[in-house]
Nanobody, 121 residues
Framework: QLQASGGGLVQAEGSLRLSCAAS????????MGWFRQAPGKQRELVAG???????KYADSVEDRFTISRNNAKNTVYLQMNSLKPEDTAVYYC?????????????????WGQGTQVTVSS
């Protein structure tokens, strides 16, 4: 029900755009989040957006990443600029039927399969 794509290998300071295609009933009214998990680390929220467009970013990506959603296309995007090696991780999109962005991954009901982002120095 969630299909993430757009990962890849990029050099530091490069850009990537991730996409998450959702089934219609999931995107409408759901908070959509992008999480990432690096080897040996916990899964963390990178960015989230409510159905009304309220957005929250992790401090580490503020001013570099931009989350957006296109409800007509049932798709959420994560534009990642000025990438750093520490951004290397598997990125997941997730959906939660709540009314604000929360950082706890346990509250997100639906998950995409993950897409690998690797940033070389």
């Amino acid at each position: 029900q969630l299909q993430a794509s757009g990962g890849g290998l990029v050099q530091a300071e490069g850009s990537l755009r991730l996409s998450c295609a959702a089934s219609g009933r999931i995107l409408s009214g759901y908070v959509m989040g992008w999480f990432r998990q690096a080897p040996g680390k916990q899964r963390e929220l990178v960015a989230g957006i409510t159905s009304s467009g309220d957005i929250k970013y992790a401090d580490s990506v503020e001013d570099r990443f931009t989350i957006s959603r296109n409800n007509a296309k049932n798709t959420v995007y994560l534009q990642m600029n000025s990438l750093k090696p520490e951004d290397t991780a598997v990125y997941y999109c997730a959906a939660a039927r709540i009314n604000r962005v929360v950082v706890s991954s346990r509250l997100y009901e639906y998950w995409g399969q993950g897409t690998q982002v690797t940033v070389s120095s």
